[in-house]
């Protein structure tokens, strides 16, 4: 009788110091790698230590690099990604690691709020929140980039962050143009400041590596362009917004 199909997977374990440890896990029908890493720690290793939440592709946190690529694992299925039956699991890069596959977020968030992340409106709790036109230019621009759920998969596959710590990041920027495109956000000139300052998008080489593997098909590139028109329009306009 022939033996089931098997997996050969290896694991970063440890942090920063630490190093890959191989696996064996049974290849099964539907499998995801976020399946892998999970049967492989209920089975054989208690003590590996991952992120995961709602498991369908919405929260994000189970973002891993596989096989070289940074992924969602719940949505990466193992015939998709490791045809040989291998598949090599690291945490996100250009971020600091705790212990095996989880890294710290925080350099990333930091970022995003250095950006200017978070919305600011004109009016109180108590005041209904201003209509935006659906049909202007404006709006559509934020509306392409407003689904972002800041799992870092961009900011891991972005080679500037890799060659420059402090340069801002994809999602950071990608939060800045929807935040500039809101008529409503009166922060907008702080926004823009914040981009255009060191580690600002003027670094961005255009590779593109954000927009090719957002798991939502958001374009980073898009923003990061969109934020350099508008910082070279308001510099020509001598500093007006």
Same mark, same amino acid.
């Given at each position: 009788?022939?033996?089931?199909?098997?997996?050969?997977?290896?694991? /970063?374990r440890?942090a920063?110091?630490?190093? #890959?440890?191989?696996?064996?896990?049974?290849?099964?029908?539907?499998? =995801?790698?976020?399946?892998?890493?999970t /049967?492989?720690?209920?089975?054989?290793?208690?003590?590996l230590?991952?992120? #995961?939440?709602?498991?369908?592709g919405?929260?994000?946190?189970? &973002?891993?690099?596989?096989?070289?690529?940074?992924?969602?694992?719940?949505r990466?299925?193992?015939?998709?990604? &490791?045809a040989?039956?291998?598949?090599?699991i690291?945490?996100?890069?250009?971020?600091?690691r705790?212990?095996?596959?989880?890294?710290?977020?925080?350099?990333? #968030?930091d970022?995003?709020?250095?950006?200017?992340?978070? #919305?600011?409106g004109a009016g109180t709790?108590?005041?209904?929140?201003?209509a935006?036109d659906?049909?202007?230019?404006? $709006? $559509?621009? &934020?509306?392409? %980039?407003?689904?972002?759920?800041?799992?870092?998969?961009?900011? +891991?596959?972005?080679?500037?962050? %890799? /060659?420059?710590?402090d340069?801002? %990041?994809? @999602? @950071?920027f990608?939060?800045?143009?929807?935040?500039v495109?809101?008529? $409503?956000?009166?922060?907008?000139? !702080?926004?823009?400041?914040?981009? =255009?300052?060191?580690g600002?998008?003027?670094?961005?080489? =255009?590779?593109g590596?954000?927009? !090719?593997?957002?798991?939502?098909?958001i +374009?980073?590139?898009?923003?990061?362009?969109?934020l350099k028109r508008?910082?070279?329009r308001r /510099?020509?306009?001598?500093?007006?917004?």
């Amino acid at each position: 009788m022939a033996s089931p199909p098997k997996l050969d997977v290896r694991i /970063w374990r440890g942090a920063d110091a630490g190093g #890959f440890v191989a696996y064996e896990a049974p290849l099964a029908e539907n499998q =995801t790698v976020l399946d892998v890493v999970t /049967w492989i720690q209920r089975h054989l290793e208690p003590a590996l230590a991952y992120r #995961f939440a709602c498991r369908v592709g919405v929260c994000g946190s189970c &973002a891993m690099t596989v096989n070289g690529r940074a992924r969602w694992t719940c949505r990466s299925h193992v015939k998709d990604v &490791a045809a040989d039956g291998r598949l090599v699991i690291e945490p996100l890069r250009n971020l600091p690691r705790i212990k095996d596959l989880v890294c710290d977020l925080a350099p990333f #968030f930091d970022k995003w709020r250095r950006a200017g992340g978070r #919305f600011e409106g004109a009016g109180t709790r108590r005041e209904p929140m201003p209509a935006a036109d659906p049909a202007t230019d404006a $709006r $559509r621009a &934020a509306d392409a %980039g407003i689904e972002c759920i800041n799992c870092a998969v961009c900011y +891991s596959a972005c080679d500037v962050v %890799g /060659w420059r710590p402090d340069y801002l %990041g994809p @999602a @950071a920027f990608n939060r800045a143009w929807t935040l500039v495109n809101d008529e $409503r956000h009166v922060k907008a000139r !702080e926004v823009l400041d914040a981009v =255009t300052a060191g580690g600002g998008c003027a670094l961005c080489h =255009t590779h593109g590596n954000c927009t !090719e593997h957002c798991p939502v098909g958001i +374009s980073p590139t898009a923003a990061i362009a969109g934020l350099k028109r508008r910082s070279l329009r308001r /510099w020509r306009r001598g500093g007006r917004t």
